[in-house]
């Protein structure tokens, strides 16, 4: 695959659904990042994978909020118990080794995300 | 605390016209600075990144922006836009492992 894909591309959920959100990085990319977005709003760290170490989880919101990430592959964020305010783009990342902030990301096109 | 700053929610510009988006950022450390770019129904993509060296760094699609220590500014500019670059035009700065976005400038293009 050339790019970040996301699935799904848009969710609509009822309030006090779980939902589960799919980013597949590019290939050989070992830094992953999980961003939300909401209407208006610029982008709001979630939570960041680097190879095998511990995710840096300091931007998740609330405890409702997860991720995980299968080695150097796939990550699911997954949302317990939906809000209304949980709203919002969700958009993923990912870049090369461990280069920190100066390696680009390559964005997703993100889910969006729609509690009732 | 680190921050970044775009002054401007929304800019009009008349195609063929100049433009430039402002943005300021605070953080204590030379600066990793970004701008992307978000077209409808498009991910982000990045335009140009500053890391060191010189000030002013060209990016895609015709895009530059400069680095003001003294502002702590990195405006970007074009000296002609095009209808295609109607789009949400996103600062970052990076630190440690992550990257700050301001909030965004939506451009829209006049005919």
């Known amino acids: 695959g050339a790019g970040v894909s996301q699935s799904p591309s848009n969710k609509v959920t009822e309030k006090g659904k779980d939902v589960e959100l799919r980013c597949d990085p590019i290939?050989?990319?070992?830094?992953l990042y999980w961003y939300r977005q909401r209407l208006g709003q610029g982008l709001e760290f979630l939570i960041y994978?680097?190879?095998?170490?511990?995710?840096?989880k300091s931007g998740l919101p609330s405890d409702r909020f997860s991720a995980e990430r299968t080695g150097e592959s796939v990550s699911t964020l997954t949302i317990q118990r939906t809000q209304q305010e949980d709203s919002a783009v969700y958009l993923c990342a990912s870049s090369w080794s461990s280069g920190g902030n100066q390696e680009t990301q390559y964005f997703g096109p993100g889910t969006r995300l729609l509690v009732l | 605390a680190q921050s970044v700053t775009q002054p401007d929610i929304h800019i009009t510009v008349s195609e063929g016209a100049s433009l430039e988006l402002r943005c300021n950022y605070s953080?204590?450390?030379?600066?990793?600075l970004f701008w992307y770019v978000q077209s409808p129904g498009q991910g982000l993509q990045l335009l140009l990144k500053y890391f060191s060296g010189d000030t002013l760094v060209q990016g895609i699609k015709g895009f530059e922006a400069e680095f003001k220590r003294s502002q702590s500014s990195f405006n970007l500019r074009k000296p002609s836009v095009h209808w295609s670059d109607a789009a949400e035009y996103f600062c970052a700065v990076g630190y440690g492992d992550k990257i700050i976005f301001g909030k965004g400038t939506r451009l829209h293009i006049l005919p």
């Open positions: 994978f680097q190879g095998n170490s511990a995710p840096d």
């Open positions: 290939s050989g990319h070992t830094a």
């Open positions: 953080y204590g450390a030379t600066p990793y």
